[in-house]
């Protein structure tokens, strides 16, 4: 069995074959490397996000309680999980925006949009800081009178400023969210478009491969293909020749 070393053509078709495959694999799993990072920290993180309405509307609710506490006592108990309400709410939207910026490099639109959405929940906390030091002065005063001119004073504030402010809140998480909606959709149609120009890709390098492979066939066949031999017709003619030559 006689063994031959490959020819520059088969080496040339193997190259290609080997780096065509390289490249798909290291396309295909940067693609699934950037869904499972969009699932696992984009997406978690926005609905995450999402959350923020509910938690400022139970933070709103409890000074609501507060303002319709009876006794001290239950004023205390109602505020004492305010701060750790505000903290998980300013803690959801620091993790967003650390997500984001990690995996998008700040887009303009959604840069804008959680901005806004920090300045209106900045406002909106420091008019509820004022409503519960007005209502920290309804417990501490000395008169009723005092007392009851104070509680008006918190009513009228929790009712029209912070609610105000609230509804700003609100506005800017719905922008902020549409915001996260369109990335998601462009970071969806980048995918679907790296997954389109791999697969081009793969197909023309495999017909690409597949027309060499002929093409170099074909060849090989050509060089290897013996010469024509003398048949028995011919070497009749070649005896009467020499017949007539000596005759």
């Known amino acids: 069995m006689v063994v031959t070393w490959p020819g520059w053509r088969q080496w040339v078709v193997s190259v290609l074959v080997i780096g065509l ?15 499972r990072i969009m ?11 999402a959350h923020i309405s509910a938690d400022v509307m139970r933070y709103r609710a409890t000074i609501i309680r507060a303002l319709e506490a009876q006794t001290k006592e239950e004023f205390l108990r109602f505020t004492q999980s305010l701060p750790e309400q505000r903290a998980r709410i300013e803690q959801s939207v620091d993790r967003y925006a650390a997500t984001s910026e990690k995996l998008l490099g700040g887009h303009q639109a959604e840069l804008a949009s959680l901005a806004a959405m920090r300045k209106s929940l900045a406002a909106y906390f420091l008019t509820a800081t004022r409503t519960m030091q007005l209502l920290t002065q309804l417990w501490d005063a000395p008169t009723e009178a005092l007392a009851i001119q104070i509680r008006t004073k918190a009513e009228i504030h929790a009712a029209e400023e912070a609610g105000a402010k609230l509804i700003r809140v609100t506005q800017a998480l719905d922008q902020l969210m549409d915001s996260v909606t369109n990335v998601a959709k462009e970071l969806r149609s980048q995918g679907s478009k790296a997954i389109r120009a791999t697969s081009f890709i793969l197909i023309a390098g495999s017909l690409l491969l597949a027309y060499l492979n002929l093409v170099f066939a074909g060849r090989r066949g050509s060089a290897h293909q013996p010469a024509a031999t003398s048949g028995p017709g011919q070497e009749e003619v070649r005896d009467s020749a020499l017949a007539r030559g000596s005759g």
């Open 21 to 35: 495959g390289l490249f798909g694999a290291q396309a295909l799993h940067q693609i699934d490397q950037d869904l």
């Open 39 to 49: 699932y696992t920290e984009y997406t978690l993180a926005a609905t995450d996000l």
